[in-house]
C-alpha cells in the first residue's frame, strides 16, 4: 500500500501512509488510540476505500478491492473482537473459511454446501485439521457462544488459516487474552509464517516486539517510525507518541482483571 490517504469527512484518518508486508514476513502496525490502524487494515481487506493511494498486491494494482473476493485473492483476515456465526458449530464456522478450496459454485460455496459428498468430506478433514492445529479440535461439535473467549478466538483463527492465504491481516488478535494466551498466539503467529506473510495490528507491545520482523508506527493518521523492531523502540518519536498512551494501557489492563465481565460474545 502506497501513499494512503483516508478522510472521513472533514477528518483526515490516514495522511500518505505506505506499508508493504514482504513474503514470509510479519509487519506489526502499531500506534496509540485513534491512529488510524483499523482503518489501514479496513483498507487493506477492501473495507475501507482510500481517498487517494495505491494498493498493489502480487503485482497487480487493486483498484477495487472488494472484502468478497479476498479469499479468492489468498488473503484472510479475523476482525477485532470474533465474529463467528452462532447458529453453526465451531466445524461448520472453520468450514466457510475453507471453501476457497471447494470446487462448489459462489452460492453454495458462500454457505458451505460442497457440491459432492467428496468435496464435503475432503473440506470437513482440511477444517478439523485447522481447528487440531489450533489446539481446538475437541470443540468441533459446539456452538461458538458456549465457549470461553479465547477458544473462541482460536476457532476465529482456524476460520481464517484453513483457506491457506498468502497473507493473513490480524486485527487486535491478542485483545481479551491473558499473557499465557498472548505467548501462545506469538508463537502461533511465528509457526504460520513460513507458510504465509501476516499483516498485525496490535497495541500490545511486547507481543509486537516478539514475533514482527518489521514495524509501521502511527500516529494521528500519520507514519512516524518505521523498522525492525529494534530500530522502532530506540525511536524517540515512538516513546512520546506512547507516553500519551499510557493511560489508555492502563485502563486496559484494569479491564482484564475483571475476568470475563467484558468480554464480548461470538
Ligand atoms: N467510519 C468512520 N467514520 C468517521 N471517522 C472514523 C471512522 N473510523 C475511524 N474514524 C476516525 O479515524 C481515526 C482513526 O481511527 P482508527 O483507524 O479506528 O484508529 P485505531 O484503530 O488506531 O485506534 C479516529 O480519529 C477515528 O475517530
Ligand atoms: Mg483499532
Same mark, same amino acid.
Given at each position: ?27 506489526? *502496525? ?34 477495487? *478491492? ?151 508506527? *502511527? ?48
Amino acid at each position: 500500500m502506497t501513499g494512503i490517504n483516508v478522510a472521513f469527512g472533514g477528518v483526515l484518518a490516514l495522511t500518505d501512509v505506505s506499508v508493504t508486508v514482504e513474503p514470509g514476513q510479519v509487519h506489526g *502496525l502499531i500506534g496509540p488510540n485513534g491512529a488510524g490502524k483499523t482503518t489501514l487494515f479496513n483498507v487493506a481487506c477492501g473495507l475501507v476505500r482510500p481517498t487517494s493511494g495505491r494498493i498493489v498486491w502480487r503485482g497487480e494494482e487493486m483498484r477495487r *478491492l472488494k472484502p468478497s473476493k479476498l479469499t479468492s485473492l489468498g488473503i484472510a483476515r479475523t476482525l477485532q473482537g470474533v465474529g463467528l456465526f452462532p447458529g453453526m458449530t465451531v466445524l461448520e464456522n472453520v468450514m466457510v473459511g475453507a471453501h476457497r478450496h471447494a470446487h462448489a459454485g459462489f452460492g453454495s460455496a458462500l454457505l458451505a454446501l460442497p457440491t459432492s459428498d467428496k468435496d464435503e468430506r475432503l473440506l470437513r478433514e482440511r477444517a478439523m485439521r485447522a481447528l487440531t492445529e489450533l489446539n481446538a479440535g475437541h470443540y468441533a461439535g459446539r456452538y461458538p457462544g458456549s465457549l470461553p473467549y479465547p477458544v473462541q478466538k482460536r476457532v476465529a483463527l482456524a476460520r481464517a488459516l484453513v483457506a491457506e492465504p498468502e497473507l493473513l491481516l490480524l486485527d487486535e488478535p491478542a485483545s481479551g487474552l491473558s499473557e499465557d494466551e498472548m505467548h501462545e498466539l506469538g508463537e502461533l503467529i511465528r509457526s504460520v509464517v513460513g507458510r504465509m506473510s501476516v499483516l498485525l495490528v496490535e497495541h500490545h507491545m511486547d507481543l509486537v516486539m516478539r514475533v514482527c520482523d518489521r514495524i509501521t508506527v *502511527l500516529d494521528s493518521g500519520k507514519q512516524i517510525a518505521a523498522g525492525t523492531p529494534a530500530e522502532v523502540q530506540a525511536d524517540p518519536a515512538v516513546t512520546e507518541a506512547y507516553l500519551g498512551d499510557a493511560v489508555d494501557a492502563e485502563a486496559d489492563a484494569a479491564e482484564l482483571t475483571h475476568a470475563d465481565g467484558g468480554r464480548p460474545h461470538a
